[in-house]
Structure formats: structure tokens, C-alpha cells
């Protein structure tokens, strides 16, 4: 998801050099940043779905083990980097290979980013839509998501630092009017009949886990991107339940409780909703625009690390990017978001399974038995396509284990091990060893 926009440039200070000791951090900051990045639009849209095909009670029990599920793969990940000191792309050196690596971390950025542009561009401009009707002016959907999109393509390519300074604005209301609409929904509707609107699960519990592993896929995989300043293994480990678990649950549950209390499902309905439809259009308009900005910077700094661009023409790379998201969002692939979740969920996760297998097993968790490897490690990229194959043909409905975002990884990782050890010493799990100082100083 945009689930790590509002963090999105803070990790850009230090780029993909390795922390050293006296660059550490609390691991209360690194938290913070995970509660900030969980309080979201597109947590509030998953509620928004939930409402209208699981009970409460499912919806608090899919969300607890989803994020459990994703905050167990992070802490393993996240102490990858807290242990090297290293970024998510960096961490994956040895799994993939520093070309591998640098073109698969790249690759899924793109397309998660892109797809959440498209999503965000779309609410964004049934926000401002809104907010027009009540005005009364009327308002061409597809105008309003080529307009919010340039604005926000714009943003990201001139005006991040600026926007860093409105997101400060915007999470603060979005909380508040997040709070103001639980309370307005119980009060209005009461918590009797909205605990009782939907009395049976339409979705099966193993798909609503998918989903949340798959609303937070991208930003789950990027969790060493912020461990690496963490001092210790159990800072990773506080900094990463107590960042992650408690925040998106609530978040979750409120854009349930909201969603069932107003009778609408689609956030920009459902903020309209709370009777304060100028107020709330407003910040639903900052919200988006905030994150958003970073989902067009994200993908438009993954086509160019994919493609070997030059910096210099990032921002016509952003603005090309953007536009394929505009369309994305006039197509409607709003409308089908839990598709998109579910897809984002199946292709992304294996990847943590692969860099886990690798230095868990192979590495056996010692930082010393662990190096980037040179050009590919085919056995990572296959490994990926197995696990991730295996998950989006399980989501397609081909066949059912369990939970096809949890299968996946658990067949990367396994896959991974084996392919390995058969392997090692091969020329198809890379071409040579690298120091860390090598492979920093070529990455840059």
C-alpha cells in the first residue's frame, strides 16, 4: 500500500548507505514512524470493505492476524537490517543478487505505488466531487482524477519538501475526524446495531487475512528501511508490534464502524456522511493529496532505478507514471480494490520469505556469514516466481490451501532452501561475493 508514504522520503537522508552504531536511533522513532504511516486512507477503504461482508468480530479477528502474520515477517526482516544496517533493497543482495535485487524491489515498488496512485487519484477526486456538490456545482469524475492527478504528479516532482510540512496537517485531522466519526457512527446508530448489520461472513476468513497481508505487502517488505537504526534485535521486535499492530487495527475498525454507522461502504461516502460533509471533503482532499504525492514519487524513482535512468529525468519519468495511474484511476480500479489487494498480496510477500530463508537458514541469523552477491541469484528469482505463482493462482480461485498471501511465502521459503543447498556454488545463485562497502558504493 501506500501504507509507508508518510515515511516515504524520511529514509531518503541516508539513502542506501550502511548505519553505522553512533547513527542509531530509539526505537520509539521507528515506531512512531509505522503508527503515522498506519493512520491512512486505504487502512479506512479495507474497513470500508470489511463492513459489508464479515461481522465485527471477524473484522477484529482478520486484522489481528493479518498484521500479526505481517508483523512476524518484519520483525524477522526488519532485524536483517537492524543487525547490517542496511535498507530493504540492500538487505535482498545476497537473496537476489545486487542486479536481481535492484530490479525485483524495483519492480513490485512500481507497481503497488502506481496501483495505489490510481486508487487515492480516484478518491481524491470523489472527495473533491463531493465537496462541488454541495456547492452545487456538478462535476465530471474523469476531470477531477486528470486534475487531482497532474496536481499530485506535480507535487511530487516539485513540491515534496513542502508537502512534508501538510502531511504534518493532514494525519492530525484525519485522526481527529477519524475519532469524531467512530464516536458520531456509535452515537447515531448505536453500537447494538452496528455490531448486529452483518450477522454472516460473505468472505472467508483465510481471504480477509490476504487482504490485510496484502494491504500492507509493500510496506512490510520495506521494514528494514527503518529498523536499520534500531540498536538491538528487541528494539526491532517493540518498534515493530507496538508501530504496527495496535494502530491498524483501530484504523481498521473505525472505517468499519464508520462505514456500517453511515450505511455507505465508499470512504468518500462515508466521510460525507459523518455531517460534516465540507469539513471532512476537505480533509479526505489533504489526505489523499499528502500520500499520494509519495506513491507518484515512489514509482517514478522505481521505473528510473529499474531502467538505469538518470536522475535528471525523473521528473518526466514521474509525470509519465502518473499519467498511467490517471488512466488506472478513470478505469476504475478503485472499484475493484480488494482485486488489487489480493493480487499486491499474492506476487509481494514471498520476497520477505526468500531474504528470511536466506539469512535465517543459509546465513544461520549470524551477520557475518552473510555478503551481496554479485550480478543475479536465479535461485531467488525463481523462488519468487514459485511462491508467487503458487499465491495468485490460489487467489484466482485455481485451488485453496489456506491463506494464499501466508502460502506464498511459506513456498518461497521452503523453495528457497532446497533450490539452495542444491545449488550452492553454482553460478545461479550469483556471480561472486561482494563487500557490503562494494556494494553500497555501486548501488549509488
Known amino acids: 500500500m501506500s501504507e509507508a508514504n508518510s515515511a516515504a522520503h524520511a529514509k531518503q537522508d541516508k539513502g542506501i548507505s550502511q548505519i553505522v552504531e553512533s547513527e542509531k536511533r530509539s526505537w520509539g522513532s521507528v515506531a512512531f514512524i509505522w503508527i503515522g504511516t498506519m493512520i491512512c486512507i486505504p487502512m479506512l477503504m479495507v474497513g470500508g470493505i470489511f463492513a459489508g461482508a464479515l461481522t465485527i468480530n471477524s473484522i477484529f479477528w482478520a486484522t489481528v492476524i493479518g498484521f500479526a502474520v505481517c508483523c512476524l515477517l518484519m520483525i524477522l526482516d526488519g532485524i536483517i537490517g537492524s543487525d547490517l544496517g542496511l535498507n530493504a533493497t540492500m538487505t535482498s543482495t545476497k537473496a537476489f543478487g545486487m542486479t536481481g535485487a535492484n530490479f525485483s524491489m524495483a519492480l513490485v515498488i512500481f507497481i503497488a505505488e502506481t496501483g495505489w496512485f490510481a486508487v487515492q487519484t480516484a478518491t481524491c477526486a470523489m472527495a473533491f466531487n463531493t465537496l462541488m456538490e454541495v456547492m452545487g456545482v456538478s462535476f465530471p469524475f474523469w476531470l477531477a482524477c486528470v486534475i487531482w492527478g497532474a496536481v499530485m504528479c506535480v507535487t511530487a516532482v516539485y513540491g515534496v519538501r513542502w508537502m512534508s510540512v501538510l502531511n504534518y496537517i493532514a494525519v492530525p485531522l484525519l485522526l481527529i475526524l477519524c475519532i469524531y466519526g467512530a464516536v458520531h457512527s456509535i452515537g447515531t446508530t448505536g453500537w447494538s446495531q452496528i455490531s448486529s448489520t452483518i450477522t454472516t461472513n460473505a468472505m472467508a476468513m483465510p481471504a480477509a487475512i490476504s487482504t490485510v497481508i496484502g494491504l500492507f505487502a509493500l510496506g512490510a517488505t520495506c521494514n528494514a528501511d527503518y529498523t536499520r537504526f534500531c540498536r538491538s534485535r528487541s528494539d526491532v521486535i517493540k518498534a515493530t508490534i507496538l508501530g504496527v499492530l495496535p494502530a491498524a487495527t483501530i484504523m481498521i475498525l473505525v472505517g468499519a464502524i464508520m462505514a456500517l454507522g453511515t450505511g455507505n461502504y465508499d470512504v468518500s461516502s462515508m466521510f460525507a456522511g459523518l455531517g460534516l460533509p465540507v469539513l471532512a471533503m476537505v480533509v479526505l482532499v489533504l489526505a489523499t493529496w499528502t500520500t499520494n504525492t509519495g506513491n507518484a514519487y515512489m514509482s517514478g524513482l522505481a521505473v528510473c532505478k529499474m531502467f538505469s535512468i538518470k536522475d535528471k529525468n525523473r521528473p518526466v519519468v514521474t509525470i509519465i507514471v502518473g499519467a498511467i495511474g490517471i488512466v488506472f484511476a478513470i478505469m476504475g480500479l478503485a472499484d475493484v480494490l480488494n482485486t488489487y489487494i489480493s493480487i499486491i498480496g ?49 487467489t484466482l480461485g485455481v485451488f485453496s490451501v489456506f491463506s494464499p498471501a501466508l502460502d506464498g511465502v511459506i513456498i518461497a521459503f521452503a523453495a528457497y532452501i532446497i533450490l539452495f543447498k542444491l545449488l550452492a556454488g553454482t553460478r545461479m545463485v550469483g556471480q561472486g561475493e561482494m563487500t557490503i562497502e562494494e556494494a553500497t558504493a555501486k548501488a549509488r
Not at 360 to 374: H, L, R, S, Y
Not at 378 to 387: K, M, R
Open 346 to 394: 499474492a506476487v509481494v510477500p514471498p520476497i520477505m520469505g526468500i531474504i528470511i530463508a536466506d539469512y535465517w537458514v543459509i546465513c544461520k541469523g549470524k551477520k557475518e556469514n552473510w555478503a551481496p552477491q554479485k550480478g543475479v541469484n536465479w535461485v531467488g528469482i525463481i523462488c519468487w516466481i514459485l511462491g508467487g505463482g503458487f499465491a495468485l493462482l490460489e
